[in-house]
Structures are given as structure tokens and as C-alpha cells.
């Protein structure tokens, strides 16, 4: 006998998932405008995939809003930098005075905490107006994250001439000392669906950037037209607390916003093989562990920005009975047991963007594991700053049509 829950399960609601993997590019953040013009850009590749029949999904990278850090003549010392500590350091000499006022504000923050603090309005204004924008002029729902402290809106003439632009007629500043990696969802009316603050942290963010963990309590899931979609930022999408949160919000679908910043075809830093450890997040959150969890979109931000890489292949995951498909995985992947509980993952991997190079695998048959992830972390390290194909990493576009349950 079919239950009501059977019933509800079996309605579905047809969509179009589609994930953008830019490259980074240092030479678009001379001003705001040219930046504003690069999210054009990116947005503009998923554009020719699109779907006419039913509402789209367009996810991109973490850290997306990054760079604008470094536009205006306050930034130009900073882009002409080698590595992102030095960038940093020349940053705080054009906003030196504004990190005095947040220092003696909120006694106590660190010196890369006051940068942060005196970026939010260069930060914040044009990635949200930028990105609302597009949304609403190509009717999607669109998804992003950035770094950027809680901030409320002034139109004070005093606050626009001291934090923000001149005559711009507002200026966007901090609520408080916090600052946060923090992912965005517009609707097709490119209004602000909501926001989620990254909860867990990498060393990264913890110790170059101080950023401030979100609040689990703070996660939220949000009510669509194509289901509940919740935001699992990188390392949340990896943490079974994180993901039970948003299984219990009844989330249908996860975007996992990425920007890994390791090598990709190398041992990470808890694993003998990135790629592999990577399954946990973007095969490992569909698991029967969390039922209502039901696709994963992993959009990966890619390049390199200074002296730091950001590396991956992009994802578009199913919840299903199947054992995946040994064909479609990351390079240098041999199966799909979670590399933690060790427990063979089954599910779709609708869709997977192709690496620098392909897996030896494919063309060279007899090769053993260990040869292929050699000649793999060979490539990797070539695309590194200085590297003979240093920042030739692929930008990529994948979609897949699915039908999302009603949860």
C-alpha cells in the first residue's frame, strides 16, 4: 500500500543544474567595473546551456567576489605582487587609516581582520549588485559565495565620502567584527533568496585570512520552485554534522561552492590521493545516511591567484541504488569507498568536467595506480606559479537535466 510519504516522493519537479568552473584572473581586478564585467563573463558561459522548459540553476565557484579586494588605485601596489602574504601587506598601506577606525572599534581583531572590515563595501556592493543582476536579465537561480562581514546599507553622506565611493549614493559597512566566507542564493527576480555562512573552516581561512566560522544553528535551507536548496561551502560539504543539519531542513539539493586550494592530482593533506577524498563530499553527502539529500552541484573555482592554487574538477552528483559509473571519476580514481568510513558509495555522477589532462588510464591501460597518479601530479605541479604551464588550468561548463523530489 503506497503511503502518503510514498506519494510525496514519488512527485518530482523538473530542472536544470548547471556548474561553472572559471579560471581567476588577477588582470580583470583593476577597477570595480572591470571586475563587474568578469562575472558578466563567467555568468555568461553557462548562458548557451540554459533550458527553455524548465527553471535553471546556475552555480558558481567559492571566493568568487576575491579579487575585488585588490581594485582602485588602493589595490595597484597589491596586484603587481608575487605572492598573496605581500599582496595582503601592501593592501593594508592603502586602507590604513580606515584599519585604524575598525582596530579601535572592535579592540582586540587582528590586522588582516581591520583589512577585511575597511573592504565591505568594495567587497560586498558590486558582487551582490553585479550577481542580482544577472539573475534577474537571465531568469535564473543563481549561486556564489564571496568573503564579506554581516553589513546593513548607509546612505549618509558622511559614511559613503569615509568607507565607501564618492557620490555613489551608498555605502555598504560592517554589523559587526565578524568576517565570513559567505554564499549567496538569487532567485530568477534576481532578489536575495538568502545567505549562508561557511561553518567549517581550512587552515587556510583560519590562519591567512581569520575569517569567522558561521553558526550551525544559522543554516538554512531554501524554499524554491525546483525544491529546497541548502549550501554546503567546500569543507562544510564534507562534515556529517553539517550535512545532517541540512538533511534534518529537508534539503533537496546541496550546491557545494568550491575553490580547492591544494594541488588536485597530488596527496592532500589528509589523504594519499585529493581526487579520491573528494568523492566523500560530492558522492558521500547522497548517501543513505541523509535521505533527503538528493544532488550535489560542485562548481570549482580554478587558477591561480598569486602564489596560491585553486585546483578540481567540477561535479553534478544523483542520489541513487547505482554503483557509479567506474568511467566517470576524477583522474587518478580507482572506485568509490569513502575514504574516512570506508564504506562503498553508490549514486550518479551525472556529470564531471574533464581535468588539464586526461586519466592514463583511458589511453594507456596497463599502467598501474601508482604509475598514473605519478604522472598526473607531474602535470599538476607544472600548472603552479612558474611552472611550465603555469595557470593553463581548463575553464568548464557541465549541466544535467534532472527531476527533483518533492521532500
Same mark, same amino acid.
Not at 38 to 66: F, S, T, W
Not at 78 to 89: D, E, F, L, P
Not at 184 to 213: C, M, N, Y
Not at 337 to 356: C, E, F, N, Q, Y
Given at each position: 500500500?503506497?503511503?502518503?510519504?510514498?506519494?510525496?516522493?514519488?512527485?518530482?519537479?523538473?530542472?536544470?543544474?548547471?556548474?561553472?568552473?572559471?579560471?581567476?584572473?588577477?588582470?580583470?581586478?583593476?577597477?570595480?567595473?572591470?571586475?563587474?564585467?568578469?562575472?558578466?563573463?563567467?555568468?555568461?558561459?553557462?548562458?548557451?546551456?540554459?533550458?527553455?522548459?524548465?527553471?535553471?540553476?546556475?552555480?558558481?565557484?567559492?571566493?568568487?567576489?576575491?579579487?575585488?579586494?585588490?581594485? #582602485?588605485?588602493?589595490?595597484?601596489?597589491?596586484?603587481?605582487?608575487?605572492?598573496?602574504?605581500?599582496?595582503?601587506?601592501?593592501?593594508?598601506?592603502?586602507?590604513?587609516?580606515?584599519?585604524?577606525?575598525?582596530?579601535?572599534?572592535?579592540?582586540?581583531?587582528?590586522?588582516?581582520?581591520?583589512?577585511?572590515?575597511?573592504?565591505?563595501?568594495?567587497?560586498?556592493?558590486?558582487?551582490?549588485?553585479?550577481?542580482?543582476?544577472?539573475?534577474?536579465?537571465?531568469?535564473?537561480?543563481?549561486?556564489?559565495?564571496?568573503?564579506?562581514?554581516?553589513?546593513?546599507?548607509?546612505?549618509?553622506?558622511?559614511?559613503?565620502?569615509?568607507?565607501?565611493?564618492?557620490?555613489?549614493?551608498?555605502?555598504?559597512?560592517?554589523?559587526?567584527?565578524?568576517?565570513?566566507?559567505? #554564499?549567496?542564493?538569487?532567485?530568477?527576480?534576481?532578489?536575495?533568496?538568502?545567505?549562508?555562512?561557511?561553518?567549517?573552516?581550512?587552515?587556510?581561512?583560519?590562519?591567512?585570512?581569520?575569517?569567522?566560522?558561521?553558526?550551525?544553528?544559522?543554516?538554512?535551507?531554501?524554499?524554491?520552485?525546483?525544491?529546497?536548496?541548502?549550501?554546503?561551502?567546500?569543507?562544510?560539504?564534507?562534515?556529517?554534522?553539517?550535512?545532517?543539519?541540512?538533511?534534518?531542513?529537508?534539503?533537496?539539493?546541496?550546491?557545494?561552492?568550491?575553490?580547492?586550494?591544494?594541488?588536485?592530482?597530488?596527496?592532500?593533506?589528509?589523504?594519499?590521493?585529493?581526487?579520491?577524498?573528494?568523492?566523500?563530499?560530492?558522492?558521500?553527502?547522497?548517501?543513505?545516511?541523509?535521505?533527503?539529500?538528493?544532488?550535489?552541484?560542485?562548481?570549482?573555482?580554478?587558477?591561480?591567484?598569486?602564489?596560491?592554487?585553486?585546483?578540481?574538477?567540477?561535479?553534478?552528483?544523483?542520489?541513487? #541504488?547505482?554503483?557509479?559509473?567506474?568511467?566517470?571519476?576524477?583522474?587518478?580514481?580507482?572506485?568509490?569507498?569513502?575514504?574516512?568510513?570506508?564504506?562503498?558509495?553508490?549514486?550518479?555522477?551525472?556529470?564531471?568536467?574533464?581535468?588539464?589532462?586526461?586519466?592514463?588510464?583511458?589511453?594507456?591501460?596497463?599502467?598501474?595506480?601508482?604509475?598514473?597518479?605519478?604522472?598526473?601530479?607531474?602535470?599538476?605541479?607544472?600548472?603552479?606559479?612558474? #611552472?611550465?604551464?603555469?595557470?593553463?588550468?581548463?575553464?568548464?561548463?557541465?549541466?544535467?537535466?534532472?527531476?527533483?523530489?518533492?521532500?
Amino acid at each position: 500500500m503506497e503511503t502518503h510519504e510514498d506519494q510525496r516522493m514519488s512527485e518530482t519537479r523538473p530542472a536544470r543544474l548547471i556548474a561553472v568552473g572559471n579560471r581567476i584572473n588577477l588582470q580583470v581586478a583593476t577597477t570595480e567595473q572591470s571586475f563587474s564585467a568578469e562575472l558578466e563573463r563567467v555568468v555568461r558561459m553557462a548562458v548557451p546551456h540554459l533550458a527553455k522548459d524548465r527553471p535553471n540553476l546556475v552555480a558558481l565557484g567559492e571566493i568568487l567576489g576575491l579579487p575585488l579586494a585588490i581594485t #582602485g588605485k588602493r589595490g595597484y601596489l597589491s596586484r603587481h605582487m608575487h605572492t598573496s602574504n605581500v599582496a595582503i601587506s601592501m593592501l593594508a598601506l592603502g586602507y590604513a587609516r580606515r584599519m585604524l577606525h575598525y582596530r579601535r572599534l572592535y579592540p582586540g581583531i587582528s590586522l588582516v581582520r581591520s583589512l577585511l572590515l575597511s573592504l565591505s563595501d568594495v567587497m560586498y556592493r558590486p558582487f551582490e549588485a553585479t550577481l542580482s543582476r544577472l539573475a534577474a536579465r537571465h531568469s535564473i537561480y543563481l549561486a556564489a559565495t564571496t568573503v564579506t562581514p554581516h553589513v546593513h546599507c548607509s546612505t549618509s553622506t558622511v559614511d559613503i565620502n569615509r568607507f565607501g565611493r564618492r557620490n555613489a549614493g551608498k555605502v555598504y559597512l560592517p554589523d559587526g567584527p565578524g568576517v565570513y566566507n559567505t #554564499g549567496f542564493l538569487w532567485g530568477p527576480d534576481g532578489r536575495l533568496i538568502g545567505t549562508t555562512d561557511k561553518v567549517f573552516l581550512t587552515d587556510s581561512e583560519k590562519a591567512t585570512l581569520d575569517l569567522t566560522p558561521g553558526e550551525l544553528e544559522n543554516v538554512n535551507a531554501f524554499e524554491t520552485e525546483i525544491g529546497k536548496i541548502g549550501m554546503a561551502i567546500s569543507l562544510d560539504a564534507f562534515t556529517p554534522e553539517y550535512l545532517q543539519t541540512l538533511d534534518s531542513l529537508e534539503t533537496c539539493i546541496v550546491i557545494q561552492n568550491d575553490a580547492n586550494d591544494q594541488l588536485w592530482a597530488s596527496p592532500s593533506k589528509t589523504y594519499d590521493w585529493q581526487p579520491q577524498e573528494w568523492l566523500n563530499s560530492v558522492l558521500g553527502c547522497i548517501q543513505d545516511d541523509y535521505p533527503r539529500l538528493y544532488f550535489n552541484i560542485c562548481p570549482m573555482q580554478v587558477g591561480n591567484f598569486f602564489d596560491v592554487t585553486f585546483d578540481g574538477q567540477s561535479t553534478i552528483t544523483r542520489k541513487s #541504488g547505482n554503483e557509479p559509473d567506474p568511467c566517470c571519476n576524477f583522474v587518478g580514481n580507482e572506485g568509490f569507498v569513502h575514504t574516512v568510513t570506508g564504506k562503498a558509495m553508490k549514486g550518479d555522477i551525472l556529470a564531471v568536467s574533464p581535468w588539464v589532462e586526461e586519466d592514463p588510464n583511458i589511453s594507456r591501460s596497463e599502467m598501474s595506480l601508482a604509475e598514473r597518479r605519478v604522472a598526473l601530479e607531474q602535470v599538476a605541479r607544472q600548472l603552479l606559479p612558474g #611552472g611550465s604551464r603555469a595557470n593553463q588550468y581548463p575553464e568548464s561548463v557541465i549541466w544535467a537535466d534532472v527531476d527533483v523530489p518533492v521532500c
